[in-house]
T-cell receptor, first 111, second 117 residues
Framework: QQPVQSPQAVILREGEDAVINCSSS?????VHWYRQKHGEAPVFLMI?????EQKGHEKISASFNEKKQQSSLYLTASQLSYSGTYFC????????????FGQGTRLTINP | DGGITQSPKYLFRKEGQNVTLSCEQN?????MYWYRQDPGQGLRLIYY???????QKGDIAEGYSVSREKKESFPLTVTSAQKNPTAFYLC????????????????FGPGTRLTVT
């Protein structure tokens, strides 16, 4: 089942912070976060694994609450380049990275 | 440079014709994936392959077929049975496992935008 992302869209001014949430009805093994700019391929931001391991870019932070099957992506001191649509992809069983993606959160950063 | 290539970038076909989308990677990845993206929507998994000569259906496999004869290549055929084939198709690859020290991410190709009229 598709994870639910919130909010669906957010508009910020440069320098402001944002939090994007991803919630699943199933127990999760991992959560992957990607950013996609219009017409382009998604770009990897962060992966969080059950048990606490995380891998991702230095300026991106995220959390994973295994008990609640929820993850949040934290964007601090936003820059214009952060604009795009953010997707979470969830994996319920370890193996092959078979991901189910949320519907996306559109982030717009204004100067 | 290593990466994933998809060709062509834009593809136009008449209804009732089969069409094959190309995906090649030189990252030495074991796993490859095909996703479909519709306007304003997330990515939906069509097929994935963890190893050569083996592949599994994803969430929306009906009307599609794949092959994995080489590690580097994972072509997708959109058949005439696919009722609404117009979409943006993305290919991705990864190591497919979570061994410490390896990269866990899925790398995406630039995509093929297919229009069927």
């Amino acid at each position: 089942q598709q994870p639910v992302q919130s909010p669906q869209a957010v508009i910020l001014r440069e320098g402001e912070d944002a939090v994007i949430n991803c919630s699943s009805s199933k127990a999760l093994y991992s959560v992957h976060w990607y950013r996609q700019k219009h017409g382009e391929a998604p770009v990897f931001l962060m992966i969080l694994l059950k048990g606490g391991e995380q891998k991702g870019h230095e300026k991106i932070s995220a959390s994973f609450n295994e008990k609640k099957q929820q993850s949040s992506l934290y964007l601090t001191a936003s820059q214009l380049s952060y604009s795009g649509t953010y997707f979470c992809g969830t994996e319920t069983d370890q193996g092959a990275q078979k991901l189910v993606f949320g519907q996306g959160t559109r982030l717009t950063i204004n100067p | 440079d290593g990466g994933i290539t998809q060709s062509p970038k834009y593809l136009f076909r008449k209804e009732g014709q089969n069409v094959t989308l190309s995906c090649e990677q030189n990252l030495n990845h074991d796993a490859m994936y095909w996703y479909r993206q519709d306007p304003g929507q997330g990515l939906r998994l069509i097929y994935y392959s963890q190893i050569v000569n083996d592949f599994q259906k994803g969430d929306i496999a009906e009307g599609y077929s794949v092959s994995r004869e080489k590690k580097e290549s994972f072509p997708l055929t959109v058949t005439s049975a696919q009722k609404n084939p117009t979409a943006f198709y993305l290919c991705a690859s990864s190591y497919g496992t979570y061994h410490p020290g390896s990269s866990y991410e899925q790398y995406f190709g630039p995509g093929t935008r297919l229009t069927v009229t």
